[in-house]
């Protein structure tokens, strides 16, 4: 099973077009694409369809999850419709099934939050009002990512997330701001929820690989750390 992944397009205006040609060609390389959140740049409907014209009619199915600022004009639900109107299959305490090959594989999704890891705890009660959503956000979504992986039944699972399950993928960014890139209990929902292979984006300046506590390999493709307009994994039921 090859997939494709890449987080943090933040699509807007100057990058028009920028991933267009490749992903039309993703069918040579890959069998599915995720999205890993930040999908726009600031939220507005005019990135969203900008995005659109990305991702429209790809050779592959399409999944994704919203990220912080896909929210930032309090908009993520309208984006999210216009891409499942042109068939991206976009998750929030939900997952899906697809097929390819003979492989049942399911994908469960949420944006996440964040909450912190241990040695680096984040305090839910300080800071701005959208930094403390941010935090509490984290353990919720992540009984609502260990709630749709359960009820997945295929050969493999696949969680998708924007926000950082695990501190390996952090490794680059300044450690005070951890608690507000993602959170254990994300990883924790992997690991219980029986997941083979964990995406995340968010952390721009961490890194690509990681594993959760239960051995989870777990992949940061936020598109500045990958470098590349998406990264392909080749998994093994």
């Known amino acids: 099973m090859r997939v494709a992944a890449v987080g943090d397009l933040h ?83 939900t997952a899906i099934t697809l097929d390819h090959s003979g492989i049942r594989f399911g994908i469960a999704g949420v944006m996440g939050g964040g909450g ?45 997330t924007h926000f950082a399950p695990v501190v390996d993928t952090l490794l680059g960014e300044p450690v005070k701001i951890y608690p507000g890139l993602g959170c254990q209990e994300l990883a924790q929902a992997i690991d219980a929820g029986g997941a083979a292979f964990a995406v995340h984006g968010h952390a721009h300046n961490g890194t690509e690989f990681g594993r959760t506590p239960g051995g989870v390999a777990v992949r940061n493709v936020s598109y500045h750390v990958i470098g590349v307009l998406y990264r392909v994994y080749e998994l093994t039921p």
């Not at 069998?31 to 740049?41: E, H, P, Q, S, Y």
């Not at 705890?121 to 959503?133: S, V």
């Open 116 to 160: 912190g890891f241990p040695g680096h705890p984040g305090d839910p009660d300080a800071g701005t009002l959208e930094h403390r959503e941010r935090l509490r956000r984290g353990p919720a979504d992540a009984l609502r990512l260990q709630a749709a992986l359960d009820t997945l039944d295929c050969d493999m699972r696949i969680a998708l």
């Open 11 to 93: 699509m807007r205006e100057a990058l028009r077009g920028r991933f267009r040609d490749a992903f039309l060609g993703l069918d040579e390389h890959a069998d599915v694409l995720l999205l890993a959140g930040d999908l726009t740049n600031s939220g507005t409907l005019r990135e969203a369809h900008l995005l659109c014209d990305e991702v429209r009619g790809l050779p592959v199915p399409v999944v994704g999850v919203l990220g912080n600022h896909d929210h930032d004009h309090r908009l993520g639900y309208r984006i999210s419709v216009l891409l499942g109107e042109i068939g991206v299959r976009m998750l929030d305490g």
